[in-house]
């Protein structure tokens, strides 16, 4: 069955960096694209950035550019996120999603989930 | 940048009542790339409609989408109480851009 385990998270304060990881089994992970989506406590979903199934190519909500990095390592099975210069804002619930195969641009599967709190 | 307004914010209904959920985006978009999810409390999001009307895998048939150009609608047939949650709808456009709205609570009146 398909999984996808975020790990990485915790407290960090303001202007550090943190990177998250995203183990993925039982799918052939070099053949989809995949994202990062964000939750600040207690708000509604945010789309944080993708890349594409070969790692060709990468995009960014604009509040992040610059600052996050989103990579993949095929032969790990892993996807990351590299945070640098961390806010208060980036405070939030992350997950990592893939993006299915139908063509909707849409996130079929989902992790649990990893908490990063940016704080003083 | 689209933006994707939901309303209503929240939703008071009871047990066995039909649900219906708006999504309207603040341009067109193409229906392809419409899709919905369901949250419940501590959970990931799971997916429940895409391509504006298809039911992803393992989805009830009390779960319907429409729509097209700028205003979407998902229903609930008849409410089950596993169905009280928090749903988003969600879009692509050709910025390489994927946007959320801010969600419809749906709760047990």
């Known amino acids: 069955q398909v999984q996808l385990v975020e790990s990485g998270g915790g407290v960090v304060q303001p202007g550090r960096s943190l990177r998250l990881s995203c183990a993925a089994s039982?799918?052939?992970?070099?053949?989809?694209?995949m994202h990062w989506v964000r939750q600040a406590p207690g708000k509604g979903l945010e789309w944080v950035a993708v890349i594409w199934f070969d790692g060709s190519d990468k995009y960014y909500v604009d509040s992040v550019k610059g600052r996050f990095t989103i990579s993949r390592d095929n032969s790990k099975k892993t996807l990351y996120l590299q945070m640098n210069s961390l806010r208060v804002e980036d405070t939030a619930v992350y997950y990592c999603?893939?993006?299915?195969?139908?063509?909707?641009?849409?996130?079929?599967?989902w992790g649990r989930g990893a908490l990063v709190t940016v704080s003083s | 940048e689209i933006v994707l307004t939901q309303s209503p914010g929240t939703l008071s209904l009871s047990p066995g009542e039909r649900a219906t959920l708006s999504c309207r985006a603040s341009q067109n978009i193409d229906s392809d790339y419409l899709n919905w999810y369901q949250q419940k409390p501590g959970q990931a999001p799971r997916l429940l409609i895409y391509?504006?009307?298809s039911r992803a895998t393992g989805i009830p048939d009390r779960f319907s989408g429409s729509g097209s150009g700028t205003d979407f609608t998902l229903t609930i047939s008849r409410l089950e109480p596993e169905d009280f949650a928090v749903y988003y709808c969600q879009q692509y456009d050709d910025s390489l851009t994927w946007t959320f709205g801010q969600g419809t609570k749906v709760e047990i009146k």
């Open positions: 999603a893939r993006e299915s195969l139908k063509g909707a641009k849409d996130f079929d599967y």
């Open positions: 039982g799918f052939t992970f070099n053949a989809y694209g």
């Open positions: 391509g504006a009307s």
